[in-house]
C-alpha cells in the first residue's frame, strides 16, 4: 500500500514556464514533506522541505504547498530551466516512525528549450 | 553541501560472492541510512542507525546485515549474494534535528549474475 503517491510518471514543460510537481499522501501522522531531485547515476539531491505545521515555504525558483485536508502536496519551479530535467521524488515522514522517511515512485520532468 | 561517500559506484559480482558495500559521512551525523531503489520506483528503507553500536531493520525485508562501529561509517554486507539482490543502494545521513533532511550518497548500482 503506497502511503506517498506521485500519479504522474512524467512531465514535460517548457524553459520558462511553471513546473508542478504533485504529491498526494494517506498517512495522516506525517509531519515533514521533502522534494529531492535526482539525475541518472547520482543520489537525490535534497531540494526544498515544508513541516505540517506550515503551508507553504519557498527557496529562490522553488516553492512546496501543503494542503493537509487534501493530503496533497506539490512542487512549483519558475521558471524552469533545462538543467531542471530529471527525476523528483516526494517523500515523507511518519512523525511516530521518524527513522523513516517514505518516498513516492517519482516524476520525469523534461524542461524543453 | 552534504558529504557522503559509497565504494564502490558499480559492482557486477557472480552468485554466492560475499560483498560489502561502503557508506562514509564526514559531517558527524548520528542518524545513517540504508535505502534500496529499483528502477523506475520509489526508495526503500532496508537499514538505519542512530548512533554507533545502534542498528535496525527497515520497512523492507533484507538479507544483508549492517554495522555502525563509528559514527562516520555505515558499511553493508551480503554474506552470499543472488541475482534478486541486483538493485542500487543508496546510503544516507541526517542531523540529529527534529526537522532534518536526508543526504544521499551516490550510490551503489550492484549487479549479481
Known amino acids: 500500500d503506497q502511503q506517498v503517491k506521485q500519479n504522474s510518471p512524467s512531465l514535460s514543460v517548457q524553459e520558462g514556464r511553471i513546473s508542478i510537481l504533485n504529491c498526494d499522501y494517506t498517512n495522516s501522522m506525517f509531519d515533514y514533506f521533502l522534494w529531492y531531485k535526482k539525475y541518472p547515476a547520482e543520489g537525490p539531491t535534497f531540494l526544498i522541505s515544508?513541516?505540517?505545521?506550515?503551508d507553504k515555504n519557498e527557496d529562490g525558483r522553488f516553492t512546496v504547498f501543503l494542503n493537509k485536508s487534501a493530503k496533497h502536496l506539490s512542487l512549483h519551479i519558475v521558471p524552469s530551466q533545462p538543467g531542471d530535467s530529471a527525476v523528483y521524488f516526494c517523500a515523507a515522514r511518519d512523525q511516530l516512525y521518524g527513522q523513516n522517511f517514505v518516498f513516492g515512485p517519482g516524476t520525469r520532468l523534461s524542461v524543453l528549450p | 553541501e552534504a558529504d557522503i561517500y559509497q565504494t564502490p559506484r558499480y559492482l557486477v559480482i557472480g552468485t554466492g560472492k560475499k560483498i560489502t558495500l561502503e557508506c562514509s559521512q564526514t559531517m558527524g551525523h548520528d542518524k545513517m541510512y540504508w535505502y534500496q531503489q529499483d528502477p523506475g520506483m520509489e526508495l526503500h528503507l532496508i537499514h538505519y542507525?542512530?548512533?554507533?553500536?545502534?542498528?535496525e531493520k527497515g520497512d523492507l525485508s533484507s538479507e544483508s546485515t549492517v554495522s555502525r562501529i563509528r559514527t562516520e561509517h555505515f558499511p553493508l554486507t551480503l554474506e552470499s549474494a543472488r541475482p534478486s539482490h541486483t538493485s542500487q543502494y543508496l546510503c544516507a545521513s541526517s542531523d540529529a534535528q527534529a526537522f532534518a533532511p536526508l543526504h544521499f550518497g551516490n550510490g551503489t548500482r550492484l549487479t549479481v549474475t
Open positions: 542507525s542512530y548512533g554507533v553500536n545502534s542498528t
Open positions: 515544508i513541516s505540517s505545521i506550515k
